[in-house]
Structure formats: structure tokens, C-alpha cells
């Protein structure tokens, strides 16, 4: 199985910060690569796919980058609707797998 | 509206079995593969299953192959997930997802339902 990490486990940052998310697999996965954002008690929600494509109705503050085994989530000015639980996906090869998420919490 | 239900879940016996169901509406369910991921107690995602439009290609994962079957019926709109043995591991928030693909054929969970609760507790 392809296992994903993600660094860092949580952070702590304030309205207006640039937030950056790394995830890396344990082997290539060309760009098939997903992120969700999943709030207290809510279903995750999709916010980009093929590593860098947003998803319909997300801001565009959102991005993704990264490509083989090493890819980026960033979300350029955070908002206080932005403080959530991020997670990556791999979407390669079944069994699909998950990273162990990053929360984004208020500083 | 687009959306998915689950139902079925709640307090089950170590050994016993559970259906859970997820009902679609707002798009064509048999134009789409459909998934099961869940989540445990303060804790990740996990992947479950996968079932395709015409139900011809599923995968499990490990932890449930064997015991967990996943159908659909596509005349109902609807999504199955059969679980039998249950043990205590497998307590968790159970989503059913849609997979949405895009035209260079990535694949993605574009919609979730709320969840349903499955606690497997003597």
C-alpha cells in the first residue's frame, strides 16, 4: 500500500497568514493527488484534485502543487472560516489512501 | 439538490453484522463509482471500499476484505455496505462518497454525505 504522510501535524496561525501543508507518498504517484478540508463534525469537503486543479466553489486563495511523491497545499491569506482539519488523498492506486491530517487552529 | 444519506448505523454486538445504506439524489447515481471511507473516533480517513457504475470491478481494503460487502442498486439510487464479523476496530463515522473523475482521468471524492455512526460495543 502507498502510504502518505503530512507535515506538519498541526499548526497554529493567524488571519492574513500564508499556510503551507506538504504531503509526500511512499512512492510515485504521478499527480493523483487529492486534498479535503474537514471541519468539527462535518464531512471532508474537496478542495483540489490532480494535485493542483480547485474544485468548483472553492476560493481561489486555495492551491495545489507537486507532482511524483512530493505535493503542496497553500492557502495564500487565511481566513477564520479556514481553520479546519486538511487531509491528502492518493487516488493512484487502490487501496486508496489518506495522510494523517494537519489541523489548522488559531494562533 | 445533489446529496448523499447514510443510514443504518449504530450499536452492534463484537461478531455481529450491520447494512448500511446511502441514498443519492440531485445526479445520475449509474453514470458514477461510488465508495465507502471511514473515519474512527479522533482519528484519519480510511478508505473502505469501491464499487464501479455497473457494479463489474470492487476492491476492498484489507481490514474488511472478507468481511464488508459493498453492492448498489442502481434502479434505487442507492448504495449498500454489508458488514459481518464486526469487531470493535471497525467502530467509526462510515461516509459514502461519489467519485467524480475529470476528463484527464483523475479521480477524486467530490461528494460526501453526512455520515452514519456504527459502535461495535458488548
Known amino acids: 500500500d502507498i502510504q502518505m504522510t503530512q507535515s506538519p501535524s498541526s499548526l497554529s496561525a493567524s488571519v492574513g497568514d500564508r499556510v503551507t501543508i506538504t504531503c509526500r507518498a511512499s512512492q510515485s504517484i504521478s499527480s493523483y493527488l487529492n486534498w479535503y478540508q474537514q471541519k468539527p463534525g462535518k464531512a471532508p469537503k474537496l478542495l483540489i484534485y490532480a494535485a493542483s486543479s480547485l474544485q468548483s466553489g472553492v476560493p481561489s486563495r486555495f492551491s495545489g502543487s507537486g507532482s511524483g511523491t512530493d505535493f503542496t497545499l497553500t492557502i495564500s491569506s487565511l481566513q477564520p472560516e479556514d481553520f479546519a482539519t486538511y487531509y491528502c488523498e492518493q487516488s493512484y492506486i487502490t487501496p486508496f489512501t489518506f495522510g494523517p491530517g494537519t489541523n489548522v487552529d488559531i494562533k | ?122
Open chain 2, 1 to 122: 439538490e445533489v446529496q448523499l444519506v447514510e443510514s443504518g448505523g449504530g450499536l452492534v454486538q463484537p461478531g455481529r453484522s450491520l447494512r448500511l445504506s446511502c441514498a443519492a439524489s440531485g445526479f445520475t447515481f449509474d453514470d458514477y463509482a461510488m465508495h465507502w471511507v471511514r473515519q474512527g473516533p479522533g482519528t484519519g480517513l480510511e478508505w473502505v471500499s469501491v464499487i464501479s457504475w455497473n457494479s463489474a470491478t470492487i476492491h476492498y481494503a484489507d481490514s474488511v476484505k472478507g468481511r464488508f460487502t459493498i453492492s448498489r442498486d442502481n434502479a434505487k439510487n442507492s448504495l449498500y455496505l454489508q458488514m459481518n464479523s464486526l469487531r470493535a476496530e471497525d467502530t467509526a463515522m462510515y461516509y459514502c462518497a461519489k467519485e467524480g473523475h475529470s476528463s484527464s482521468g483523475d479521480w477524486y471524492f467530490d461528494l460526501w454525505g453526512r455520515g452514519t455512526l456504527v459502535t461495535v460495543s458488548s
